[in-house]
Structure formats: structure tokens, C-alpha cells
């Protein structure tokens, strides 16, 4: 089944492996006119990157993008962009031993569940790598966001038992805030503790979780289309297709369940631009799954990377026992570098449908289609 | 947009607003040779019909499904099944005056920015009788997946501060806990302190929320496809374009963020019927989003109902502030008659993954075109 | 398989059998705002109505068309709409014989090696009555197109070996040249010599078949989705995807074979409104599968049809040989009633590229979302 | 919009533009453990490698096709499969000149018509070299349709006036015919015939149309879906959204529209493996849009190359009109180059027809999700 594309009009369709010759995607349906150049889709695989901080693999990857197609004299033309990466490092010796049993909390017996066997270096599809083609394509869909004065900010929320303390939720602040920090985590003291307590999670040969956050600004009214591709549905597909993402929130969330109506409610105060004033935003900036103009705002719940230096409990392929301690190169978080992947997963589902509500109403078409002077 | 459909191969289109002549949904992509009748998807619409329980609104509705296509002699076809109900009272009069204002926490002003008017009738397509033609075709699903020995079963898991207590997850027991409650709610001591809980939250003119859980049992592994199609991701869609419903979670969802890697690993301990046998389930059935025999279990976070009983600020569609209370029939908690458009929307987002997945490996494909003797 | 929907926004689904309930379709993305009601989607079912001529089947149906969702004070919502006509008279009886054996030319055999059985009943599925909702979403879309000033007009071209003589194609003297004509065949001695050949061939106990041309007036350059969804491509899928379609073709279509490029290619000569304006149109109004602006002209082979009066060699299910001779109402041919059917599925065709186009350019994209003052 | 995808299981999605880095595809969805290597793609490209013949455009590139993922040891994982052939020769230099005016019978028109200015440089993504993506994609399905015993095979069934006189439709003498010819036209007589008519056409400084007929063997009966994705349906979409193509028809085509029920209907005479045995194959192999079993049949019209050396009227980009003479390399005739195009296109979409298919019968999928012992 034709899994790896994502979106209806800005399509995406990523490839690759952890091992094999690269990582890759093509963005089919993007708009002509859009200025772009591999500097722009560069910075956001920088965040990424592997190699930068203690707290994240040592593979040496520059991740260094090539443009391949859809570009045009510094514009997008309409065409498919095809973007990739190659890999440098594909030391698969590391791998060989991984051949032979399941490692727990990896989706290793599932792939040999499902297709009867597997690409088992570093993973194969389904390594963090695969990511590499999300955010390339999520770098586009931020400069066409860009056109339309709309921002999608990340950042990471929690490491463990630690929250961020960002001083503001202006994109400027918050994404000046969270580039300060290693972990992408705003506020300094935050920053501070949650590396003292990813340091303790290390020495006890242990990995940890934490929550990431992404707020989208700029957003018009109007956006998502009942009832089945709401806006919040997208983005919740989009989010937990992240691997190591086990939870989806938007706006008051999970809390909601204690809330009552009363509290929960945003009362209207008035419209600005077509966008609605309330007095709270615990809705997360949609209704009905379509977007009131408010931010929207979603949160991922991300897993403690699985691949831990302390023997664990598994399978060979043959279903025997065994006792495995696996090797490799490990984050001891995911959320750090999972951060700008949010922020591309939601960029392109909002992208996806500021383009698809285009065609809403009759009288926006009529004049679409005026004949021009 | 065509935003009323959902899945693959396994296809549903829903029609219909809470006051025209009725709601609908087409199942295109049903295999053929399946046993219906009316009366099978009549016991599911008959949990979410209203007025059975002061917990949820008068509104006088049988909700009888008739089936209209795509069945002979007792089994479906192949060809598209068709099943609409009927709306029997449609008093508009109570609703024309919220043609004028925006209630909160409704999709009024969403729908008015999208599409320049609406239908204001009972909430039109936004109202919650749109979920009958979700639960029709889960209904289909599950006569399905009973063939495949494959269970859903939701219920409700909390409401407010109260949570459920059922006596086994087994799906038979569970369920049969359920439908002892008129909150849906196993344990008999749960269901009666729900029940006070949700007295004292009317009393004060209010409604309440609730998380709702689900679990798809006897599933066979390797089912759901990387990297965007993943199974996770797919019911995280399935369950957050519900309307209500504000976060999504599967296995131990947000709770890993707090948790590490030695704790949150599932050791494998061997293999049965293909199926993984693990010491732990914190990862609720799905590995790198495919199946991997356990239970899948998921959780939906649902909103307390906006509509109360009180006086509420909000804007005319000019935008000028207005208080209004908002009239009519509501619910004063949504979650126990969400709890099997929950079961349907998991129910038709596996089926689909069922069937996507029968052309996953080369081998299965050559047996299954292998000419006949 | 989910074959019964067509379209990427603007999205049909239909359902029903020959002798089932009824007929219908829901379509799902059709934009707000287009004045609509019941007549004008009745006048297009009427051209397809059964018992109007001595060419068509006597079956009695009077195809009345109900309209069920989508529309609030005489104008599409947004919403999807559903539409459906009920069978009248559902005469199994003529069909019970027929269960046994494969009609030569029918669907019989083909439905019974995919669905391991079939609805027998007068075709089941693959009845000329699934047409009716085709026709029924054609109109709907043929209102939209109406407000951007695009006409689509079909008509009867030839019957066997008798051509039609319009004296204009022109789109109102083409069509009330064409419905002048009990065959839709404009001119009316070409009218009288087709109606000659079909009673030679009823005589005959034989049926006829022949070729419908269609022409999309009106159309603004720049519609069409290189590569795969190019409008000529997508024109193909609509028209083929009929019933009894054999052949289809634009522009100069097979005799283009011969041809050389020098008189082949369609001197530019202008631009007017943003259409090519070309000093010949033997490309059909598409270039790169892109509209140019000129007139789109396609065509249909037909098929003559396969129920026919005489007696015929076929086999019975268990493989043994038989002579039948198929009983039942059958039309001598199939042109004149799928003249209607060629309209619908052009319109649907050039309506959903119409509005996919809108997302093409930046430029319009960020017209359209500017803030207004 | 995004057109560059074809299929729903077995999608590709192609990219890439005449003068850029090169042209490339992604088979998303293909099954797991098929064969594959990279010269068995090659030998697909080399079919419609320029350069070859008189007959072809002298563009000296060798296209050598790269496998960039979803292999592993010689076997496809199941995982997306990238291939790209990288340009060699970008004589942009060229095609500058072209950037001012509008080539009667390409694109340039309508490309600025659709996306305000375009990639001009040897017709970008409007180009022949397209195609490459296309007959990459089509090699591999020819791999998966080998596993199954289907072959498909296409070949020059005219070129002009002059038509190919086949001494067989076996698929083996058929494509050793073909293979014979320089025009890829089978019957050494015709072959010459066409080679003394496209000399003829060359001195005339005019190019040559023709026909393409494609034959798919062993095809099993039961594949396709009713009622908008029927074989023929997609095959018709398939065929005519390669450049060039005007026109399709299966089995007798648009002979039928002259002939009678009694002469076109098939005479049934029994079942072979599943397979209708038929007195004539009128059909050409399918009924109802599903395939019977027979031998599919289906031919493409080609249209004259519009690249000639002569001079042409036509317009500069502010519609001022200009007569030019079209330089660069151009083949004198599309026909030959396309037909491994043609191949490519059937044989896609076959495939993904075969795979759809697999969940049509609940018996068939309960065998398929039977626990092994």
C-alpha cells in the first residue's frame, strides 16, 4: 500500500532508508511563484541534524539538501520538487547483529510481520532518519506559510519532569527562546534542568520522554473541511505518524475531561480580518474542526527512545528467547530533534488545507475565474 | 473539499444535516459475501439514539436505518451499500434563533467564515446527528472484522473526576459491563457516582466531559503502513475528527513522557498465531505503527458539551457582543453516546488497514492469483 | 475496492442496483453558494428517461429525483448532497431466468469471477440505471459551470452509418438542434435516416451502435494537472468509465494518425481573455493536457447493444453450453439516452480540474487569502 | 494539484524536467520480495533512449537508471523505490530562444496559462523525457506481472498510412518482431514501407502520427472496479495522459459504432482456469470495466511530432504575432519511442488493478487471515 504520501493538493511522497543511498522527497502540488533555494530547506534540516549536542546520536551526517527539480530561476514552478539527502555514513557492520533478533520498543518484528522480512540496517524505513524527507518538504511548506503571514513554532514542552518555561508565545520570542537552548526547551533554568536530568537518565543507562508543543499563528478563519478532514484530525494524523509520538493534543486537551462547559466555553468578543476575538482559547484554535483565527495549538507526547545501553528481555526471528543489549548510536531523548519535525508535519497539513478551502464557495470561484480586462 | 469521506478501499461517505430530511452514508469498497441485515446495524445506532437517559437530550428520534443498495439474499455484494436514516422531528422553530448569533464552542461562526452562510437547523452538518451515518458503517465494519474474530469495544472510561472500573478487559465482559450502565461506564459503584456527579453538574446548569477507551482485540500483526498510513495514525484521525473530541492517545499515550526506556520497552517474550507475545503493552498494539498482535488500545479525550444552560457571552454575526443562553435539547455529557461513534470509527480505520494490507508481500499475492485447478 | 466515487474535490459517490431500492449519489465537495433545486436537476434525468421514444426501453420509471442534504434556502451548503431516485417498478421476475446464464456482452460472467456471485436482477450494478446518478451529479455540476459562463454540450453524432448535420455548433443551436430530435442526433433529415437504420436493425431483431460528441465551451486556459491528471486524460477515465464505451478522442483524435505535423499543428494567432485564440482546433482545446481556451471536442464510440432479440451461444454458471435469447426491455441502441451521460461526466470532469486549478500560482493564493480591510 | 501520481496501491509519482538534474520516480506501495535489479529497468529506458535511429531525436543520453531505495539483497522490501536518471546533455543554450514565443502543439501556451511563466528550457516538465519516470515505474510492474504469468506487449501498429502486418499476437513473436524493426514495427515489409514513408516526411521537413497497439496476456477474469475505476476506464486515463495521445479505444473500438449486437457480442463457450473462453474477443477483454480473462487490447492514437523544421505562425508571450522555425532535435515521429511508454502505462496499471482487487471477497480475505498452525 502507497503509505508514504501525505496530503491531497501539497502532496508529499518521502523514500529512503537509514542505510540505504539516502533519504528523499517529492512535493507534488506546490504552487508556482514560491521563492526557494536550498539555503531555506537547509536550515530546517540543521535542527535535526545529528551530532550537534551530547544529547543526541554522534552519526556524522551533514544532511547536506540537493534540489533536483520544481525550481526555477529561484522560484518554485508548479513542477514536483524533488529533494534529497544523501547519506555519508552507512556503516552497516554496526547493524548486522540486529539481523537476527527483535528489539523491543522498535518495529522490527512488525516490518518482518508484514512484508516476511526486512532492511535491518540502522532500521531500515523505519529509523528516525525517514523524518529527513518530512521536514525538507515542511521547509517548503513554511516559505509558502510565509507568504501568507502565517508561523509554526515548536518547541520542546517537557523533558521527563520538566517543563519549559518560554517568557512569551510570540513566534519571535518563543523560537529565540528555544534556539538558545540545546534541547530547544525555552527558558534557561528549564533548559538547565532538564539537562541535569537527561544527564541522570544517561548515567543510569536510560532514555526519557517529554512533550513537544506547536503553536500556529497567523492562521485565517475558515481553514479545514468537515467531517472528516478537520483541521484537528489532519493534524493529529500528521503528529502521531511521527514515529515515537503516542499522544495528540489540541488546545485545553486531555484536561478537557475535568473541565465543564462553563470554563471550557470561549466566549466570542468580536472579528478582526475575519478572525474571531474570544476571551480564552482553550478550543486550540479550531471549531468543528475548522480554524477560528485564533492560534492553533497542538502537543505531541513523545516516547522514551527505546534503544537503551542496558540488556533487555526479547526474541530471535525464530521466536527463542534472548537477552540483548543493543549497540549503535542513540539519542537518550527524541525530543529535541523531533521539535522541527512537528513544526513540519503541522506546516504541511495546514498548507494542504489553506489550498484545498480555496474552492469553499462559489462566489470566492466567480471571481477567480472573472475574465480579466 | 470532499471532506466527508474516510478510507482507502474500505470507503464511507456520510451526508445529511441534524434538521433536513435525514443523514446517510454510503459504504463503497465492502467485499462482498459479508452477512447484514438492518437489524445488525440497527443494535449500534441504538446506543447513540437519544432520549433513552435524562443524561442525554429528548429529542424524540427512532433512528431507524434502512438499507438501500448493496445487499442480496442477506449478503452485501460488493457493490456500494447505502443506509440512511430518517429524521422524524425537525423543529426548526427551536433553532431559529441561533441563525443570528454564534454560540460558543460551536462551529456557527467556523462554518459562516468558511462558507458565507450555513444551515443553523440544530447545528446542520456540525450537530452531533451526524455521527449516525459514522455508526452505520462501523456497524458494517465490525460484521466484518467478526469474521476476521477481530472485537471493538469502547466505553466509557471517565466522566469529570470519576473513572470506570470494569472487572476484566475481556472484550465479552467488558462490554457487558458497559451496557448495565446508563453511562456506558463498567462497575456498578463508577456508573452510580458518574451518575451523581453529572446530577450535581446539572443542577448547576453545566456539562461535563469524559475520556472514552477502546480495544481492538484478536487483531493480526502487520497490519498499517509506514510511514504516514501507520495505524496509529490513522485511528488518531479516525477518533479526532469526532466532534468533541480534543486529544488522542494510544497505549501509555501522554504518560510516557514521563516515563523512561527500561520501563516503557515491551519485552518480547515469544510468538503465537504470528502474533507478538510481550511481557507489557505499554505501546497499545502498534510498533512503528503497524499491528503487532496485542490489543490496540486508544483513548479519546472528549470536551464538555457547549451547549448549557446558562447565559453565555458571544457576538451577533456582525460582530456586536450579545449575551445569550443557548435553547434546545442538549446532553449534559457527550461521552456515553460517543462511545460507539468511538468503537466505529476504530472499527472502519482497521478494517481499511485489513484490507490495504492483503497486497503487502509478493509471496501472498502469487498464492492468491494462483490459478485454480 | 472503493470504484464507485470519482473526482478529487468536486466528488461523486454513487450507489444502486437495476432492481434495488433505487439509485443515487451524494456529492461530497461541492461548493456554497450555487443556486440549485429539484427541476433542474429532473430536466437532465428526463433526457435519459426510459419509455419517451420507440428507441428506448418501455420500462416504466419516472426517475423523480429527491434531493435529501446540501441545500438550505434554495443554495448548496457547503455540504455534501445527496440525491437519489427510487425504483418504480422492480419486475424480478423478468430477471429470474437470467440468473443462470452469462449474457454475451454483459457484465454476468465478469461479476461472478470477482464477487463470487451477483445481484442478477436486470444487470445489478452494471445496469445502464447506475448512469442515473452520474446524470444527476452531471447537473449539479453543469449549475456551477453555469456561473462561469462554460456550456457543455453532447449530442448524437452518429447512429450505425448515419451521421448527424448540425447546421451550427454553436452551444444553444447545437442543443435545440439535438432536442428537436426524438434520437438527439441534430439535422433532421440525418434525424429521419438514423430513425430509418434502427427500424431496419429492430426489424432485424438486432441493435446499433454509434458515436456522441461532446463540446465544453467557454472553458478558461490554464485548467489540466500535468502529468497524470491532465484534463484530456481525466476526460478519458469519465467517458470510458461509461457503459458501452468503447473508444474515446479529442480534438482530431485517430485522425490524427495520419496526419502531418505541418497541418496537424493549430497556428497561435492571438490571445483574448486570456485564451488562446488559434487559427484551427485540431487539438481539442488542450495542449500538454492543459485547457487553452478553445472549444473542448471529444468523443465516444459506443458500443451497439448487447441485449438482443435472436438467439445467442453462451454458458450457463457451471461452464456447460446453452442457446438463450435474453428476454426483458432493451433500448436497440444506447446513443441517444448516453448522450446525457457524456454531458454529465465532461461537466464533473472539467468542474473538479476547474477547481483544483485555483491552487496553481502563489500569486492568486495570496490574493485570495489577503486580509480584508 | 497534484498530477504527477498515478495509482491508488501501486502509486508512482514522477518528477523531473527535460534540461534540469534529470527525471526520476517513486513506486510507492510496491509489494515486497519481487525480484529486481537495475538491469532490468535499464532495458525498459533503452527502448525509448534517444539517439538510436534516424528516427529519433540525436540527444546523446544514455539514461542510466538508478535504484536509490526499497531494495535489499536483490529483492524489493515493500518500502518506496526511487529511481532517477540523472541528465547528461542540458544544451539549455538551445531552447533560450524559445522562452519567447508559443510552439504550436506544446504546452509553452498553456504552462503560462496555468502557472505565469514556466521552465522553458526543452519543454521542462512538458517534455518527452517525462516519460522516463513512467517506464522506470512500468519496468518494475512488468517485474510483478511476470510472477503472475502476465505479459504485456506493445508494439508500432502504424505509422502513417502504413500499418504492421504481425505474423502472430504471441507475446515472444510479437516482441521479437517488434525488437526487429528500427520503428519497432513488426512484419519486415511494413517496417520498410514506414521507413520509406517517414524518409519522404523528413524531405518534406514534416513529421508523421500513428498507432500504438498494446496486448495484455493472461490476465486473470475479475480485475477491476465498477463503476468510475473499470479497466478500460483507467487504461483509457492511463494511455491518454502521455503526451502526444488523442486517442484510445479497446477491443473493436470505434469500429464498433458501426456494427450490430449480433456480429460485436462475444459468444461465451466455456471457463479455462477461471478464464472466459470466447468465440471473438469484440470486447477486447474486458466486460462491465472487469476483465473477462481474455487478452486485453487496447491501441493509442499518436499525433504528428509538432517540433518540425518548417515555418510556423504563432505568437510571442504578449500575443504580438511571429513566424518561427522550431530549432533543436526532434524525432520526426513519436510512435516508436512511445511504445515502451504505452507498455509501461498498461502494465501500471494492470497492477495496481491486480492489488485493488485482492479485497473484493470476504472468503477470499478470511483464507487470507487465517491463522497459520
Known amino acids: 500500500m502507497a503509505g508514504s504520501s501525505f496530503g491531497t493538493i501539497f502532496k508529499i511522497t518521502t523514500w529512503g532508508e537509514s542505510h540505504g543511498k539516502g533519504i528523499g522527497v517529492i512535493i507534488d502540488g506546490c504552487p508556482a ?58 556503516r552497516s557492520a554496526d547493524y548486522s547483529e540486529i539481523a537476527g533478533y527483535y528489539r523491543p520498543g522498535h518495529a522490527d518484528f512488525t516490518f518482518d510481520a508484514k512484508y516476511g522480512f526486512r532492511d535491518y540496517r540502522g532500521g531500515g524505513r523505519s529509523s528516525g532518519r525517514e523524518t529527513i524527507g518530512r521536514v525538507a518538504a515542511g521547509a517548503v511548506a513554511c516559505a509558502l506559510l510565509k507568504e501568507l503571514g502565517i508561523s509554526v513554532t515548536a ?19 518563543l523560537s529565540s527562546e528555544r534556539d538558545a537552548s540545546p534541547l530547544f526547551m525555552p527558558g534557561r533554568e528549564a533548559s538547565d534542568a532538564a539537562e541535569e ?14 512533550i513537544i508543543e506547536c503553536i500556529i499563528s497567523g492562521m485565517p478563519a475558515g481553514v479545514g ?67 477560528d483565527g485564533s492560534d492553533i495549538v497542538l502537543r505531541a507526547a513523545v516516547k522514551p527512545t527505546p534503544s537503551i545501553f542496558r540488556e533487555q528481555q526479547t526474541i530471535l ?28 508535519m503541522a506546516a504541511l497539513t495546514v498548507t494542504d488545507a489553506l489550498l484545498v478551502n480555496m474552492s469553499a464557495r462559489m462566489d470566492r470561484i466567480r471571481e477567480f475565474y472573472r475574465p480579466q480586462a
Open 155 to 173: 518547541y520542546t514542552k517537557s523533558i521527563g519532569t520538566i517543563s519549559a518555561a518560554p517568557s512569551s508565545f510570540a513566534p519571535d520570542i
Open 33 to 90: 511563484g514560491i521563492p526557494l533555494n536550498a539555503e531555506w530547506v537547509q536550515a530546517y534540516l540543521n535542527r535535526r541534524k545529528p551530532g550537534q549536542t551530547r544529547y543526541a546520536t554522534p552519526r556524522k551526517e551533514n544532511d547536506t539538501v540537493a534540489i533536483e527539480s520544481g525550481l526555477f530561476e529561484g522560484q518554485t514552478t508548479g513542477t514536483p520538487i524533488s529533494m534529497a539527502v544523501y547519506n555519508e555514513t552507512q
Open 317 to 344: 526471528r525464530d521466536a527463542s528467547p534472548v537477552r540483548v543489549q543493543v549497540k549503535g548510536r542513540h539519542d537518550p531523548v527524541i525530543v529535541p530533534r523531533a521539535v522541527v519535525v512537528v513544526e513540519a
Open 197 to 210: 536530568y537527561l544527564k541522570d537518565t544517561m548515567k543510569q543507562f536510560d532514555s526519557a520522554g517529554g
Open 225 to 291: 473541511d468537515p467531517v472528516f478532514e478537520k483541521l484537528d484530525a489532519n493534524l493529529a494524523k500528521a503528529v502521531v505518524s511521527i514515529g515515537a509520538v503516542k499522544g495528540f493534543e489540541i488546545g485545553s486537551g486531555f484536561s478537557c475531561a475535568q473541565a465543564n462547559g462553563s470554563s471550557n466555553n470561549d466566549a466570542f468578543l468580536g472579528i478582526r480580518n475575519g478572525r474571531a476575538k474570544k476571551a480564552t482559547n482553550h478550543a486550540g484554535g479550531t471549531l468543528g474542526g475548522i480554524s
